[in-house]
């Protein structure tokens, strides 16, 4: 059981979120284990990004509690945020600094010295086929490029657990690749990756296992081939899947939200 505990990254027990009366997140039970990719797929409101905030201490629960390597989340937000890594959603970078300039910046917030800083933003810089434009102003850069500049930022530290919430939404496809690739790298170098995404390839390609989110409920956990088992569909596709857990008929409604 202890040894069990030790190789958990995340644990999440009875978590729960409102916005008002909004509740976004409902009585939430999660364990994801270290050196993982975990997904959370689900449509638009279904309460993937308030997790993911509520796990990196951004966001309190109303109730439950969050564990991250062991440390409790509500009572170390601080603890938690140096060992984690996150992109949020469309990340707002600054306009007016060059990527060189901004990386550098979040080095010395985390309070790298001088030589890991170079080091590292070199090596990433080059990863991700950014080098020879780290002189340019943000605000000239695509998205896919300002992207992959929040990307690294949040990988200058060296975190144990990298958050990416939809990493690869508007991403060019040699972009997806080189996130996907480093998603891989990362693992192997015994990292956590949770990423958030509403689309189904990407999961299904990317993660070790997924848990299906919708309306604030965990509706499915697994891997992809164990739900593909589970919902006695053993050649269906994720959406599929996804359709028949979610009982709705209304299958345009809820393509269309999984488009957005
Ligand atoms: N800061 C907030 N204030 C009010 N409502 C919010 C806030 N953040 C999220 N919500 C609501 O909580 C629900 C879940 O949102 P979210 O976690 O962003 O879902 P997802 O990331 O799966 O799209 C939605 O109904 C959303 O409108
Ligand atoms: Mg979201």
């Avoid at 009366?21 to 409902?26: D, E």
Wanted: charged share 25%.
């Amino acid at each position: 059981m202890s040894e069990n505990k030790s190789k958990l990254a995340i644990n999440i027990n009875g978590v729960s979120k409102n916005f008002g009366t909004v509740q976004a997140v409902k009585n939430l039970d999660l364990q994801i284990d270290a050196g993982t990719v975990f997904g959370f797929l689900g449509p638009n409101g279904s309460g993937k990004s308030t997790t993911m905030k509520m796990i990196m201490g951004l966001i309190k629960p109303n109730s439950g509690n969050l564990n991250v390597y062991g440390i409790d989340v509500t009572a170390n937000p601080w603890d938690v945020k140096k060992i984690v890594g996150y992109v949020p959603e469309s990340p707002r970078l600054y306009d007016f600094l060059t990527g060189l300039e901004y990386l550098d910046f979040i080095a010395d917030v985390y309070g790298l010295d001088a030589h890991t800083k170079k080091t590292r933003i070199d090596e990433y810089l080059e990863a991700f086929d950014l080098e020879n434009r780290e002189n340019e102003m943000i605000s000239g850069y695509s998205h896919g490029m300002q992207q992959k500049i929040a990307i690294i930022a949040a990988l200058l530290h060296k975190p144990k657990l990298l958050i990416l919430d939809e990493p690869l939404s508007g991403l060019d496809p040699k972009s997806a690749r080189i996130v996907k690739d480093l998603i891989h790298k990362l693992t192997s170098e015994g990292v956590t990756t949770i990423l958030s995404t509403h689309v189904l390839e990407i999961a299904d390609a990317v993660c070790d296992k997924m848990a299906i989110l919708y309306q604030g409920t965990k509706l499915a956990e697994g891997t992809p081939s164990q739900l593909r088992k589970e919902s006695k569909m053993p050649d269906s596709t994720l959406e599929d899947i996804f359709l028949k857990l979610t009982g709705t008929n209304d299958i345009k409604d809820i393509v269309q939200a999984l488009g957005k």
